[in-house]
Protein backbone atom coordinates (compact mmCIF):
# COMPACT_ATOMS: atom_id res chain seq x y z
CA UNK A 1 0.00 0.00 0.00
CA UNK A 2 1.59 3.48 -1.27
CA UNK A 3 -1.43 6.54 -1.23
CA UNK A 4 -0.71 9.75 -0.92
CA UNK A 5 -3.63 13.00 -0.93
CA UNK A 6 -2.72 16.18 -1.38
CA UNK A 7 -3.96 18.69 0.62
CA UNK A 8 -4.70 22.41 -0.36
CA UNK A 9 -4.61 25.63 1.46
CA UNK A 10 -6.22 28.70 -0.08
CA UNK A 11 -6.68 27.05 -3.77
CA UNK A 12 -2.96 25.72 -3.51
CA UNK A 13 -1.29 22.85 -3.28
CA UNK A 14 0.04 23.24 0.65
CA UNK A 15 1.14 19.66 1.79
CA UNK A 16 1.44 16.12 0.96
CA UNK A 17 -0.19 12.90 3.40
CA UNK A 18 1.38 9.88 2.62
CA UNK A 19 -0.10 6.23 3.85
CA UNK A 20 2.43 3.79 4.50
CA UNK A 21 2.51 0.39 6.65
CA UNK A 22 5.71 1.09 8.36
CA UNK A 23 8.80 3.66 7.93
CA UNK A 24 10.92 2.37 5.20
CA UNK A 25 9.64 5.31 2.95
CA UNK A 26 10.06 8.54 5.20
CA UNK A 27 12.92 9.16 3.83
CA UNK A 28 11.72 9.43 0.46
CA UNK A 29 8.74 10.78 1.10
CA UNK A 30 10.57 13.94 3.15
CA UNK A 31 13.14 14.76 0.34
CA UNK A 32 10.80 14.41 -2.56
CA UNK A 33 8.52 16.91 -0.59
CA UNK A 34 11.05 19.20 1.17
CA UNK A 35 13.32 21.38 -0.31
CA UNK A 36 14.74 22.98 2.21
CA UNK A 37 18.23 21.44 4.08
CA UNK A 38 17.92 22.32 7.80
CA UNK A 39 20.68 22.44 9.92
CA UNK A 40 19.01 21.33 13.16
CA UNK A 41 15.74 18.34 13.54
CA UNK A 42 14.19 17.71 16.69
CA UNK A 43 12.19 15.25 17.19
CA UNK A 44 9.19 15.68 19.44
CA UNK A 45 7.63 12.59 21.74
CA UNK A 46 6.15 11.24 24.77
CA UNK A 47 7.01 8.52 26.91
CA UNK A 48 4.91 5.91 25.04
CA UNK A 49 5.76 6.54 21.69
CA UNK A 50 9.32 6.78 22.29
CA UNK A 51 9.77 3.52 23.49
CA UNK A 52 8.19 2.19 20.24
CA UNK A 53 9.46 4.42 17.52
CA UNK A 54 11.89 7.14 18.55
CA UNK A 55 15.28 5.10 17.72
CA UNK A 56 14.39 4.17 14.40
CA UNK A 57 12.96 7.95 13.33
CA UNK A 58 16.18 8.74 14.82
CA UNK A 59 18.23 6.87 12.79
CA UNK A 60 16.32 7.98 9.07
CA UNK A 61 16.94 12.00 9.76
CA UNK A 62 20.49 11.06 10.73
CA UNK A 63 20.80 10.62 7.65
CA UNK A 64 19.57 14.20 5.98
CA UNK A 65 23.21 15.78 7.60
CA UNK A 66 21.42 17.79 9.77
CA UNK A 67 21.82 17.51 13.97
CA UNK A 68 19.54 15.73 15.30
CA UNK A 69 18.07 15.56 19.02
CA UNK A 70 15.28 14.70 20.50
CA UNK A 71 12.59 15.71 22.96
CA UNK A 72 10.70 13.88 25.21
CA UNK A 73 7.93 14.68 27.65
CA UNK A 74 5.86 11.92 29.60
CA UNK A 75 2.87 10.92 27.94
CA UNK A 76 -0.68 12.42 29.20
CA UNK A 77 -3.20 15.20 28.01
CA UNK A 78 -2.12 16.82 31.50
CA UNK A 79 0.85 17.42 29.68
CA UNK A 80 -0.66 19.37 27.00
CA UNK A 81 0.23 23.21 28.69
CA UNK A 82 2.79 25.98 28.23
CA UNK A 83 4.85 24.56 30.65
CA UNK A 84 5.81 21.76 28.42
CA UNK A 85 6.12 24.14 25.85
CA UNK A 86 8.97 26.01 27.85
CA UNK A 87 11.00 22.86 28.77
CA UNK A 88 11.06 22.43 24.15
CA UNK A 89 11.61 26.00 23.65
CA UNK A 90 14.55 25.54 26.39
CA UNK A 91 16.11 22.32 24.23
CA UNK A 92 15.86 24.30 21.30
CA UNK A 93 17.42 27.64 22.33
CA UNK A 94 20.51 25.32 23.83
CA UNK A 95 20.83 23.51 20.67
CA UNK A 96 20.74 26.14 18.87
CA UNK A 97 18.06 25.95 16.69
CA UNK A 98 17.39 29.21 13.95
CA UNK A 99 14.81 29.71 11.47
CA UNK A 100 16.07 27.04 9.20
CA UNK A 101 15.21 23.95 11.75
CA UNK A 102 12.40 21.88 11.84
CA UNK A 103 10.27 19.90 14.70
CA UNK A 104 9.34 16.67 13.95
CA UNK A 105 5.77 15.32 15.71
CA UNK A 106 6.08 11.56 16.61
CA UNK A 107 2.93 10.55 18.72
CA UNK A 108 -0.51 10.90 19.08
CA UNK A 109 -2.63 14.66 18.93
CA UNK A 110 -1.11 15.63 22.22
CA UNK A 111 2.57 15.57 20.49
CA UNK A 112 1.23 17.09 17.30
CA UNK A 113 -0.70 19.64 18.53
CA UNK A 114 1.80 20.66 21.09
CA UNK A 115 4.82 20.32 18.15
CA UNK A 116 2.83 22.37 15.94
CA UNK A 117 2.05 25.02 18.55
CA UNK A 118 5.90 25.49 19.41
CA UNK A 119 7.18 25.69 15.73
CA UNK A 120 4.38 27.89 15.24
CA UNK A 121 5.72 30.22 17.50
CA UNK A 122 9.79 29.16 18.04
CA UNK A 123 11.46 32.08 16.31
CA UNK A 124 8.10 33.79 14.92
CA UNK A 125 7.86 30.33 12.90
CA UNK A 126 9.64 27.33 12.12
CA UNK A 127 8.96 24.34 9.71
CA UNK A 128 7.35 21.12 11.16
CA UNK A 129 6.20 17.40 9.93
CA UNK A 130 4.03 15.26 11.74
CA UNK A 131 4.16 11.56 12.10
CA UNK A 132 0.89 10.36 13.78
CA UNK A 133 1.15 7.56 15.81
CA UNK A 134 -2.53 6.84 17.04
CA UNK A 135 -5.86 6.40 14.95
CA UNK A 136 -7.13 9.56 16.51
CA UNK A 137 -4.82 11.88 15.21
CA UNK A 138 -4.27 9.99 12.02
CA UNK A 139 -7.61 10.60 11.06
CA UNK A 140 -8.17 13.95 12.52
CA UNK A 141 -5.53 15.98 14.64
CA UNK A 142 -3.10 15.67 12.35
CA UNK A 143 -4.98 17.19 9.33
CA UNK A 144 -5.58 20.89 8.76
CA UNK A 145 -2.74 22.88 10.71
CA UNK A 146 -4.45 23.52 14.38
CA UNK A 147 -2.00 23.86 16.57
CA UNK A 148 -2.46 24.43 20.21
CA UNK A 149 -2.20 23.49 24.04
CA UNK A 150 -4.71 23.35 27.10
CA UNK A 151 -4.59 25.90 29.53
CA UNK A 152 -5.40 25.73 33.11
CA UNK A 153 -7.85 22.98 31.78
CA UNK A 154 -9.52 24.87 29.59
CA UNK A 155 -9.36 22.53 26.50
CA UNK A 156 -7.13 24.17 23.16
CA UNK A 157 -7.40 27.55 24.53
CA UNK A 158 -3.76 28.67 23.33
CA UNK A 159 -3.21 27.62 19.68
CA UNK A 160 -2.04 28.92 16.38
CA UNK A 161 -3.58 27.95 12.35
CA UNK A 162 0.34 26.58 11.02
CA UNK A 163 0.40 23.97 8.74
CA UNK A 164 3.04 21.21 8.34
CA UNK A 165 5.27 20.81 5.49
CA UNK A 166 4.04 16.98 5.12
CA UNK A 167 1.74 14.25 6.95
CA UNK A 168 3.76 10.57 7.27
CA UNK A 169 1.03 8.10 8.64
CA UNK A 170 2.22 4.49 8.95
CA UNK A 171 -1.21 2.88 9.93
CA UNK A 172 1.30 -0.42 11.20
CA UNK A 173 1.71 1.99 14.22
CA UNK A 174 -1.68 1.55 14.79
CA UNK A 175 -1.28 -2.19 15.58
CA UNK A 176 0.21 -1.03 18.93
CA UNK A 177 -2.33 0.96 20.42
CA UNK A 178 -4.24 -0.51 23.49
CA UNK A 179 -7.86 -0.88 22.79
CA UNK A 180 -9.10 2.06 24.63
CA UNK A 181 -6.94 4.11 22.73
CA UNK A 182 -7.56 2.62 19.47
CA UNK A 183 -11.58 3.07 20.23
CA UNK A 184 -10.83 6.73 20.73
CA UNK A 185 -9.80 6.85 17.05
CA UNK A 186 -13.05 5.43 16.33
CA UNK A 187 -15.04 7.97 17.83
CA UNK A 188 -13.45 10.86 15.49
CA UNK A 189 -13.76 8.00 12.56
CA UNK A 190 -18.19 8.10 13.45
CA UNK A 191 -18.49 12.33 13.87
CA UNK A 192 -16.36 12.24 10.47
CA UNK A 193 -18.79 10.18 8.74
CA UNK A 194 -21.75 11.18 10.31
CA UNK A 195 -20.91 15.08 9.51
CA UNK A 196 -19.65 14.51 5.69
CA UNK A 197 -20.44 10.81 4.44
CA UNK A 198 -23.62 8.78 4.32
CA UNK A 199 -21.80 6.00 2.54
CA UNK A 200 -18.63 5.85 4.93
CA UNK A 201 -21.55 5.93 8.37
CA UNK A 202 -23.14 2.80 6.57
CA UNK A 203 -19.54 1.16 5.85
CA UNK A 204 -18.79 1.54 9.23
CA UNK A 205 -22.02 -0.26 10.33
CA UNK A 206 -21.14 -3.09 7.80
CA UNK A 207 -17.48 -3.66 8.76
CA UNK A 208 -17.71 -3.49 12.58
CA UNK A 209 -15.43 -6.75 13.15
CA UNK A 210 -12.88 -5.71 10.27
CA UNK A 211 -11.99 -2.51 12.44
CA UNK A 212 -12.28 -3.98 15.59
CA UNK A 213 -9.56 -6.35 14.79
CA UNK A 214 -7.92 -4.01 12.68
CA UNK A 215 -7.84 -5.55 9.10
CA UNK A 216 -5.09 -4.05 7.32
CA UNK A 217 -7.15 -2.88 4.27
CA UNK A 218 -10.38 -1.87 6.40
CA UNK A 219 -7.81 1.04 8.46
CA UNK A 220 -6.66 2.01 5.19
CA UNK A 221 -10.11 2.61 3.83
CA UNK A 222 -11.43 4.05 6.94
CA UNK A 223 -8.22 6.79 7.77
CA UNK A 224 -8.13 7.43 4.05
CA UNK A 225 -11.30 8.01 3.58
CA UNK A 226 -11.29 10.66 7.05
CA UNK A 227 -8.60 12.51 5.58
CA UNK A 228 -10.17 13.32 2.32
CA UNK A 229 -13.56 14.23 3.99
CA UNK A 230 -10.99 16.87 6.50
CA UNK A 231 -8.83 17.75 3.92
CA UNK A 232 -12.23 19.05 1.98
CA UNK A 233 -13.41 21.02 4.65
CA UNK A 234 -9.51 22.95 5.42
CA UNK A 235 -9.53 23.97 1.89
CA UNK A 236 -12.21 25.31 1.88
CA UNK A 237 -12.11 27.08 5.46
CA UNK A 238 -8.65 26.81 6.81
CA UNK A 239 -9.85 29.16 9.61
CA UNK A 240 -12.77 27.90 11.01
CA UNK A 241 -15.00 30.43 9.65
CA UNK A 242 -17.66 28.64 8.34
CA UNK A 243 -18.28 24.90 7.59
CA UNK A 244 -14.61 23.87 9.11
CA UNK A 245 -16.85 24.24 12.54
CA UNK A 246 -18.80 21.36 11.54
CA UNK A 247 -15.59 19.39 12.36
CA UNK A 248 -16.90 19.89 16.01
CA UNK A 249 -20.09 17.47 16.10
CA UNK A 250 -19.81 16.01 19.75
CA UNK A 251 -16.81 18.06 20.60
CA UNK A 252 -18.67 21.47 22.50
CA UNK A 253 -20.03 19.13 25.12
CA UNK A 254 -17.60 16.26 24.86
CA UNK A 255 -15.10 18.89 25.68
CA UNK A 256 -16.79 19.98 28.73
CA UNK A 257 -17.18 16.27 29.76
CA UNK A 258 -13.58 15.94 28.97
CA UNK A 259 -12.28 18.76 31.26
CA UNK A 260 -14.90 17.79 33.97
CA UNK A 261 -13.92 14.05 34.35
CA UNK A 262 -10.12 15.18 34.61
CA UNK A 263 -9.20 13.92 31.41
CA UNK A 264 -9.78 10.13 32.79
CA UNK A 265 -11.72 9.51 29.56
CA UNK A 266 -9.44 9.61 26.34
CA UNK A 267 -10.67 12.52 23.64
CA UNK A 268 -13.06 10.48 21.48
CA UNK A 269 -15.01 8.70 24.30
CA UNK A 270 -15.75 12.15 25.22
CA UNK A 271 -16.66 13.30 22.11
CA UNK A 272 -18.46 9.67 21.80
CA UNK A 273 -20.74 11.27 24.75
CA UNK A 274 -21.32 14.55 23.10
CA UNK A 275 -22.63 12.91 19.79
CA UNK A 276 -25.13 11.39 21.78
CA UNK A 277 -26.34 15.09 23.07
CA UNK A 278 -25.67 16.23 19.60
CA UNK A 279 -27.66 13.56 17.91
CA UNK A 280 -30.67 13.69 20.39
CA UNK A 281 -30.98 17.44 19.90
CA UNK A 282 -30.55 16.72 15.96
CA UNK A 283 -33.84 14.25 16.12
CA UNK A 284 -35.65 16.56 18.75
CA UNK A 285 -35.39 19.30 15.18
CA UNK A 286 -36.54 16.45 13.13
CA UNK A 287 -33.34 16.75 11.25
CA UNK A 288 -32.64 13.10 11.76
CA UNK A 289 -35.58 10.80 12.86
CA UNK A 290 -35.57 9.00 16.33
CA UNK A 291 -34.77 5.42 14.59
CA UNK A 292 -31.28 6.60 13.02
CA UNK A 293 -30.42 8.14 16.49
CA UNK A 294 -30.88 4.90 18.05
CA UNK A 295 -28.67 3.64 15.17
CA UNK A 296 -25.87 5.87 15.88
CA UNK A 297 -25.70 5.21 19.12
CA UNK A 298 -25.71 1.19 18.55
CA UNK A 299 -22.64 1.91 16.30
CA UNK A 300 -20.86 4.30 18.90
CA UNK A 301 -21.28 1.34 21.08
CA UNK A 302 -20.28 -1.02 18.55
CA UNK A 303 -16.95 0.65 18.23
CA UNK A 304 -16.49 0.20 22.15
CA UNK A 305 -17.49 3.69 22.78
CA UNK A 306 -19.63 4.96 25.95
CA UNK A 307 -22.83 6.32 25.74
CA UNK A 308 -23.76 6.97 29.41
CA UNK A 309 -21.24 8.93 32.18
CA UNK A 310 -21.59 8.70 35.66
CA UNK A 311 -20.80 10.69 38.85
CA UNK A 312 -21.42 14.39 36.77
CA UNK A 313 -23.80 16.86 36.59
CA UNK A 314 -26.01 17.98 33.61
CA UNK A 315 -25.41 21.96 35.02
CA UNK A 316 -21.71 21.17 35.44
CA UNK A 317 -21.32 20.27 32.22
CA UNK A 318 -23.48 23.06 30.46
CA UNK A 319 -21.29 25.54 32.77
CA UNK A 320 -18.24 24.10 31.04
CA UNK A 321 -19.69 24.06 27.14
CA UNK A 322 -19.91 27.97 28.15
CA UNK A 323 -15.92 28.03 28.66
CA UNK A 324 -16.08 26.65 25.15
CA UNK A 325 -13.69 28.90 22.60
CA UNK A 326 -16.63 28.64 19.98
CA UNK A 327 -18.90 30.94 21.87
CA UNK A 328 -20.79 33.20 19.36
CA UNK A 329 -22.54 36.86 21.28
CA UNK A 330 -22.81 34.42 24.63
CA UNK A 331 -24.41 31.40 22.44
CA UNK A 332 -22.87 28.18 22.10
CA UNK A 333 -22.31 27.20 18.47
CA UNK A 334 -23.43 24.21 18.27
CA UNK A 335 -22.99 21.46 15.40
CA UNK A 336 -25.86 19.57 14.57
CA UNK A 337 -27.00 16.95 11.71
CA UNK A 338 -28.85 18.36 8.83
CA UNK A 339 -29.23 14.57 8.29
CA UNK A 340 -26.95 11.51 7.91
CA UNK A 341 -23.80 12.66 6.26
CA UNK A 342 -24.48 16.40 6.24
CA UNK A 343 -23.91 18.79 9.36
CA UNK A 344 -24.82 22.39 10.20
CA UNK A 345 -24.15 24.87 13.38
CA UNK A 346 -27.28 26.07 15.32
CA UNK A 347 -27.17 29.04 17.72
CA UNK A 348 -30.92 28.85 18.97
CA UNK A 349 -31.01 25.88 21.97
CA UNK A 350 -31.97 27.08 25.15
CA UNK A 351 -30.21 26.09 28.48
CA UNK A 352 -33.26 23.81 29.45
CA UNK A 353 -32.57 21.88 25.98
CA UNK A 354 -29.04 21.55 26.46
CA UNK A 355 -29.94 20.00 29.63
CA UNK A 356 -31.93 17.88 28.28
CA UNK A 357 -29.76 16.33 26.02
CA UNK A 358 -27.08 16.25 29.04
CA UNK A 359 -29.20 14.17 30.70
CA UNK A 360 -29.00 11.44 27.78
CA UNK A 361 -25.64 10.24 28.53
CA UNK A 362 -26.27 10.94 32.43
CA UNK A 363 -26.29 7.62 34.90
Known sequence: ????LMINYENAPCYQIHFRTDFSDLLNCFKSDINSKYDNICIVTDSNVASLFLKEVIDIFKTTESNVTSFSFTAGEENKNLDTVNMLYEHLILKKFTRNSLLVALGGGVVGDLTGFAAATFLRGIDFIQIPTTLLSQVDSSVGGKTGVDFNKYKNMVGA?????????????LNHLDDDNFACGMGEVIKSALIADKDLYVWLKENVN????R??????HTVYSCCKIKGHVVEVDPKEKGIRAYLNYGHTLGHAIEKLANFTLGHGQCVALGMVCAGYLSAKLGNITWEEQDEINSCIKQYNLPTTISNLKASD???ASKSDKKMVNNKIKFTILKAIGEADSYLDFSDEELLEAIEQVLV
Open 317 to 319: ILE
Open 210 to 213: KLNE
Open 161 to 173: FYMPKMVYMNLGA
Open 215 to 220: NPEALE
Open 1 to 4: MAKD
